[in-house]
């Protein structure tokens, strides 16, 4: 599978935008972005998953840069709930053996 | 529909000992996954089950093993424990077809081992 770089913390005011990016540029046409989160001492929570195209959910957006290369998570307006650890991870569309990297804390700021 | 459920959420175990982790996925899922989480190492997969199989495994020794039920429910046990199998150990279900629509996993919230 494809690695991922992300950057190791952010911080957003609640109510704001969140905009978590990612880096892929290894992707292979075969392979899913896939964003999951972890709040503390929990298990991780799937948000939303592309190939190509941007996605939106009931949760966040995706976008997907037409090389593929780099992606963005968007959580359109932030709560202190969304305060958790997120993983961007490329794998194919059939991949349970998912590859964690460090992800992204992302702290919603009163 | 009620999530994966794993049992029990916290045990702690001296070295040397077995331990069992229980996992009951998402009815109708017949995909278990096993993860384990440490500070140090992160997620890693541990193994995936499919109808009773094993269909993938991670980089882990032979001490840790698993199984599936006809129901779908797992197991996995760690024999001669170490200190450092301490861990969250984290249980995912999805439906395992997966393929062209890409495939979601829905984890549990994990049993927390202490090994002393």
């Known amino acids: 599978d494809a690695k991922t770089t992300q950057p190791p913390s952010m911080d957003c005011a609640e109510g704001r935008a969140a905009n978590l990016p990612c880096n892929h540029s290894?992707?292979?046409?075969?392979?899913?972005v896939y964003w999951y989160r972890q709040i503390h001492s929990q298990g991780p929570q799937y948000i939303i998953h592309g190939l190509k195209n941007n996605e939106t959910n009931e949760m966040a957006s995706l976008i997907i840069t037409e090389d593929r290369k780099s992606s963005t998570l968007i959580l359109p307006h932030a709560t202190l709930r969304d305060t958790a650890v997120y993983y961007c991870?490329?794998?194919?569309?059939?991949?349970?053996?998912?590859?964690f990297g460090s992800g992204t804390q992302l702290t919603v700021l009163p | 529909k009620a999530g994966v459920t794993q049992t029990p959420r916290y045990l702690i175990k001296t070295r040397g000992q077995q331990v069992t982790l229980s996992c009951s996925p998402i009815?109708?899922?017949?995909?278990v996954s096993w993860y384990q989480q440490t500070p140090g190492q992160g997620l890693q997969f541990l193994f995936e089950?499919?109808?009773?199989?094993?269909?993938n495994k991670g980089n882990f020794p032979g001490r840790f093993s698993g199984r599936q039920f006809s129901n779908s429910r797992s197991e996995m046990n760690v024999s001669t424990l170490e200190l450092g199998d301490s861990a969250l150990y984290l249980c995912?279900?999805?439906?395992?077809?997966?393929?062209?629509?890409?495939?979601?996993?829905?984890f549990g919230s994990g049993t927390q081992l202490s090994v002393l």
């Open positions: 995912a279900s999805s439906d395992g077809t997966g393929g062209w629509f890409g495939e979601k996993l829905f």
């Open positions: 991870i490329v794998a194919t569309g059939s991949a349970r053996q998912l590859t």
């Open positions: 089950y499919f109808s009773e199989t094993q269909r």
């Open positions: 290894t992707i292979s046409g075969n392979e899913y």
């Open positions: 009815s109708g899922h017949r995909s």
